[in-house]
């Protein structure tokens, strides 16, 4: 409760704060909630646990992973590591559908592309960056003073620690932090079931509970061509849990959106996430129009499928929380009552007074760039992506630091970006490179935007040059050399002069397409300079009412959750906690097993048929818990109070999807595999004891 004005101090007596829902809440390890876990649940981790936890975990970039063993082994999710399934699959050689174990560390496959990171230091900054702001600038300028303050910081913490450095904003831009990582490269694969197993249920299950799925994945970290030797690592717990048991989620949730303005969340029902969900919709159909081919055009997009029906769900669930009219009254009125004390308060009024308003007329801006947002860019063509942030480097390094746009400013912003550039060629969702599926998606994505933006858009004419989109998509894939990792690295070596002389059609394209982007990029930057200026100023009047007992939004950055082992109300009974192997196979033959051709989703493996006699079929496999997560958890280490890992978190149920915007405890939960049905897999299914014992220390 720092940094109070006396009339603050007397609102919070009186305001109720915004009634935090038991388990709610995705602490960052600054701001753990120690006094409620305290009174809950008689538990009060030491700074020992807190650290053993943070260290052991990793940022797979959108998931989750953690070291189990001290010799760099890492445990995820099976879908986590599914797009490198797919890119070290063959015609003749399917991972994804097969699975995959290592015998030997010599058997261990080399995943390209893949980095991995673990967060080793945090300072905040937030009062540094606050003093490089001087009064009267505009939102503009305020923006740029403070990117230009980050850059310095970031810049003097990389040489002096040798750690990689990302800016970290959280409470809507009220707090700033930097955050150092140690980077890993050298990632193999070690094991993964096979996808019916990992996927049991397909997308029909998807976000539902009951669920009975061995959604995990072993990967081993290399350095130096070696395995490396982890400080931490968790230790794989043999106890396993029981209803009621308190459990910790420690990962890397997306995003949620909880702290935005009612005018935002508006914003996401009426516009933003429709416009998602049509343009998942034309992703799926393109992808579907290509699968329908033969067998092995279907095996080449399964994957990539599959994702775009994970987020669409995962959207849906959002969009009908939007739309529950009880909730969206106590979002309303939550900012109505942060605003009534912003008003009694003359400082705070002061500076906060407009930022509502302000942030309503950005998203009106936004709605009017909605279409452009969309259609002008690299129209689902990763090459042409990969063209285009060729040609915006080789400019942007041409220009003056400050004249720049913010990601081009630092040199280990330059260098990782340059990395990036110069690796292994990748398709759509990180697949491998695919002419014949990229021509495809270039081909419907340049025709959707003819019909939206009309011919005669500069976008437009620039891009099909009087060509059709078939004729334009066809030649600049197939003349391409940018597949090649070298070619690439001579572009970033040449800089803007050999940029500028290249005629690979895709290069050519950028070219023509850059000044079209910078000027859309232009208007976005516009939009987010008002909503960080504002947002920020509307979190720093949240702090002064309600101080920091309300955690910040996820932003994709390592954070912890806690609660129970635990059933919900749904379908006019309550779910049970755990899910069996027994289940598993009932569900299995339920739906007519491998015989039933109409219903594949549920069909198993020969080999888990053969091997059922073997498996205690009591054996928990998936469970239920009371945790806050979201996206980005996948993966992620669920761990009980000796900090040892219990299972690995890879969903939510569909009831709790409408947790990007808010909470609801009677039915939010998180499920996550069982320890012990990995461990029990690796020996009875897979004949793979070696990584059992590496696992249980055996």
């Known amino acids: 409760m720092r940094h109070l004005s006396v009339l603050a101090l007397a609102l919070v007596s009186t305001l109720a704060l915004p009634a935090l829902r038991a388990e709610e809440g995705m602490w960052t390890f600054d ?3 120690l006094k409620q876990l305290k009174e809950k649940y008689a538990f009060e981790p030491g700074q020992a646990w807190i650290d053993h936890v943070r260290l052991s975990t990793l ?14 082994l890492v445990v995820t999710n099976h879908h986590c590591t599914r797009g490198s399934l797919a890119r070290l699959s063959t015609k003749d050689r399917d991972l994804v559908k ?28 937030t009062e540094r960056v606050a003093k490089a702001v001087t009064p ?16 310095a910081i970031k810049a003097g913490l990389e040489k002096q620690t040798g750690l990689t450095y990302d800016v970290v904003n959280l409470y809507q831009g009220g707090e700033t932090w930097m955050y150092g990582f140690k980077v890993f490269k050298d990632i193999r694969l070690v094991a993964a079931p096979e996808i019916a197993v990992a996927a049991f249920g397909g997308d029909y299950d998807n976000f539902t509970y009951p669920r009975h799925d061995l959604d995990f994945s072993m990967v081993r970290v290399y350095e130096n061509d070696k395995p490396y030797h982890p400080p931490h690592h968790l230790t794989w717990s043999t106890e396993g849990l029981k209803n009621g048991d308190l459990t910790f989620v420690v990962g890397h949730p997306g995003r949620t959106s909880r702290l935005q303005t009612f005018a935002q969340m508006k914003y996401d029902r009426d516009f933003g996430i429709p416009t998602y969900l049509k343009n998942a919709d034309r992703t799926r159909a393109i992808l579907e129009e290509y699968g329908k081919q033969d067998a092995e055009h279907a095996r080449q997009v399964q994957t990539m499928i599959l994702g775009v029906n994970n987020g669409a769900k995962a959207n849906e669930g959002s969009l009908a929380g939007l739309k529950d009219a009880e909730a ?38 936004q709605k009017a760039n909605l279409k452009e947002s969309l259609y002008l860019g690299a129209a689902r063509s990763a090459t042409l992506g990969q063209a285009l942030a060729l040609v915006r480097l080789a400019a942007q390094q041409e220009l003056p630091v400050e004249k720049r746009l913010t990601e ?60 059709t989109p078939a004729e334009v998509a066809k030649a600049a894939v197939a003349g391409t050399k940018l597949n090649d990792p070298a070619v690439r690295k001579a572009l970033i070596d040449g800089g803007q002069k050999a940029v500028a002389e290249s005629a690979d059609p895709m290069i050519v394209l950028a070219r023509k397409l850059e000044p079209i982007l910078l000027a859309q990029r232009k208007k976005q930057d516009d939009v987010k300079a008002i909503l960080e200026e504002h947002g920020a100023r509307i979190a720093k009047a949240r702090f002064a009412v309600y101080g920091k007992t309300l955690p910040p939004d996820a932003t994709g950055t390592l954070r912890i959750t806690y609660g ?49 006699g073997k498996l205690d079929l009591k054996t928990p496999l998936n469970f239920s818990h009371a945790v806050d997560t979201t996206g980005g ?35 939010n939960r998180s499920v996550s595999v069982d320890a012990r049905a990995i461990l029990e897999a690796l020996v009875k299914v897979y004949d793979a004891p070696h990584l059992a014992a590496e696992l249980t220390g055996k």
């Open 98 to 125: 097969d699975g995959f174990v290592a015998m030997s560390r010599d058997q261990e496959l080399k995943i390209p592309g893949l980095t991995y990171r673990t967060l080793m230091a945090m300072e905040n900054v």
């Open 136 to 151: 009267g600038l505009t939102e503009k300028q305020a923006a740029a003073a403070r990117a230009k303050e980050l850059d």
């Open 408 to 467: 081009y400013r630092s040199e280990g912003g330059l260098k990782t970006l340059k990395t990036r550039l110069s690796g292994p060629a990748m398709g759509m969702m990180g697949q491998a490179a695919n002419p014949e599926l990229e021509t495809l998606l270039f081909t419907r994505s340049l025709e959707d935007a003819r019909r939206e933006l009309g011919p005669q858009h500069p976008y437009i004419v620039a891009v099909l040059g009087g060509k």
């Open 633 to 667: 958890n996948s993966g992620s280490p669920v761990v009980n109070r000796k900090g040892e890992l219990v299972g690995l978190l890879f969903d939510g149920n569909i009831e709790g999807n409408a947790g990007r915007y808010f909470y609801d405890e009677k039915v």
């Open 564 to 612: 129970a082992v635990a059933t919900y109300p749904a379908n006019g009974t309550l779910q049970q906690p755990f899910t069996t192997w027994a289940g598993l196979y009932d569900r299995h033959f339920g739906w007519g097993g491998n015989d039933a051709k109409d219903y594949t989703d549920w069909h198993l493996p020969q080999r888990w048929l053969d091997r059922m």
């Open 31 to 33: 701001n753990l909630p």
């Open 59 to 72: 940022t797979l970039g959108g998931c989750t992973g953690s070291f189990v063993s001290a010799d760099g």
């Open 328 to 365: 969206m009254k106590r979002l309303e009125a939550a900012e109505k009552a942060l605003k009534a004390a912003v008003a009694k308060d003359p400082k705070l009024a002061a500076i906060t007074g407009r930022s509502w308003a302000r942030v309503e007329q950005a998203m009106q801006l």
